[in-house]
């Protein structure tokens, strides 16, 4: 019972991050993912100008982005809300921006301080040739102390950190797994905390969903640059990420504490399926996704002595509607899969060779086996 109960008990100090909801900015008439249509006008000239998004619930002075810009060729500038009719809106300095070649972007903005007031997105025209849709898939408000996965700061060591072996899944996995070398992984930024496996988490990305393996890449690529450099984390914030094709990449060491559950990542193995499972969006989660989650699952059930009720969805354990409606409505359905019984593998026994005695009775045994056989 107590092993069932420490799950939603406990609250770590070095995992209070999460990753896999973040829908901050609310803005009337519009829901995630937003999409700004971006016309082509003179260089330099603000092409895009939204309203003011609703009062945020909470203090903050750092404003994330994450989307999908098509062309370079524009800049994404915020504005906070005078705090009086007679105050003039603040710009927000921008602090971090990148974008992948498919497209993929962040950007980190700094209010001047803690404030709760309204944001308005401006886009302006660096030299677009076309019209463009420029798609904002998550905003985060935080406060620049949000900006690192641990209450203090690790010593930093010059020597380059090789993680051990046994941090690892074996490569007699019985499931095909896309290493982080293979999508050019970068290290993590300090050493990894260890931690012992007993429950696991279904998310999904709520972002990008990949058509191709190599768009695949790029998006695990993208998503460990923007929780390392974006938010500040040590590393890719899940264990195991799935493509709409069924492949299986690595994130983080699955013996290493991970980054996506707010508050319950010690003993959490964060399992994300890449795309957005939420209306509006209705991503489609494949047959090949579904198999290989599976096959993930058992393996952790089955390696960790896992219980049907640790297996949890990432809003069973925090304010958030991650893993999507579509993917929470097929909890009942993995579950069953996942604990499933399974049935023992036949063994094949070769089939040994008939000696026959020798001398007369040979040919009467012959006569009779050949008989048998051809029944």
């Known amino acids: 019972m107590i092993k069932l109960l420490l799950p939603l008990l406990l609250a770590p100090v070095l ?128 406060t620049e102390g949000d900006l690192r996965e641990r209450e203090a700061p690790a010593e ?77 984390w040590n590393d890719i914030a899940y264990h195991f990420l799935i493509d709409p094709a069924g492949n299986v990449f690595e994130g983080r060491p699955i013996n290493v504490l991970g980054s996506h559950v707010k508050n319950r990542n010690t003993g959490n193995v964060g399992i994300s399926i890449m795309g957005n499972y939420h209306a509006p969006a209705h991503d489609k989660f494949t047959q090949l996704t579904q198999d290989s989650f599976v096959a993930v699952g058992r393996y952790v059930k089955d390696t960790y002595t896992v219980n049907i009720s640790s297996f949890y969805a990432h809003r069973e354990l925090g304010k958030t509607d991650c893993p999507g409606d579509d993917l929470y409505a097929k909890m009942s359905l993995l579950r069953g899969l996942v604990y499933a019984p399974q049935l023992p593998q036949p063994v094949e026994v070769p089939a040994q060779p008939v000696q026959l005695p020798p001398g007369p009775q040979a040919e009467s045994l012959r006569q009779l086996l050949y008989y048998l056989e051809t029944r």
């Not at 993680?163 to 050019?184: G, Y």
């Open 15 to 142: 995992a209070y991050a999460q990753a896999g909801d973040e829908k901050d900015l609310v803005f009337a008439g519009q829901s995630y993912p937003l999409t700004l249509d971006v016309k082509a006008k003179s260089d330099g000239q603000v092409t895009y100008a939204g309203r003011f998004s609703e009062l945020p619930g909470k203090d903050y002075d750092v404003v994330l982005l994450q989307g999908l810009m098509p062309e370079p060729d524009m800049r994404l500038d915020l504005l906070g809300k005078g705090r009086s009719f007679f105050a003039a809106d603040v710009e927000y300095r921008q602090t971090g921006f990148r974008r992948f070649p498919n497209g993929r972007f962040w950007a980190r903005y700094k209010a001047p301080s803690l404030t709760r007031q309204p944001v308005k997105i401006l886009v302006t025209d660096l030299g677009l040739k076309n019209n463009q849709s420029l798609v904002i898939y998550a905003t985060e408000l935080l």
């Open 156 to 232: 930093v060591s010059t020597a380059a950190y090789v993680p051990e072996p046994d941090l690892f899944v074996p490569a007699a996995a019985p499931f095909k797994l896309h290493r982080r070398a293979e999508w050019k992984a970068n290290p993590p930024k300090e050493a990894y905390t260890r931690h012992a496996p007993f429950f696991f988490t279904l998310h999904h990305t709520q972002a990008h969903y990949p058509k191709t393996f190599d768009d695949a890449v790029i998006e695990m690529q993208f998503i460990q640059d923007f929780h390392q450099n974006g938010r500040g």
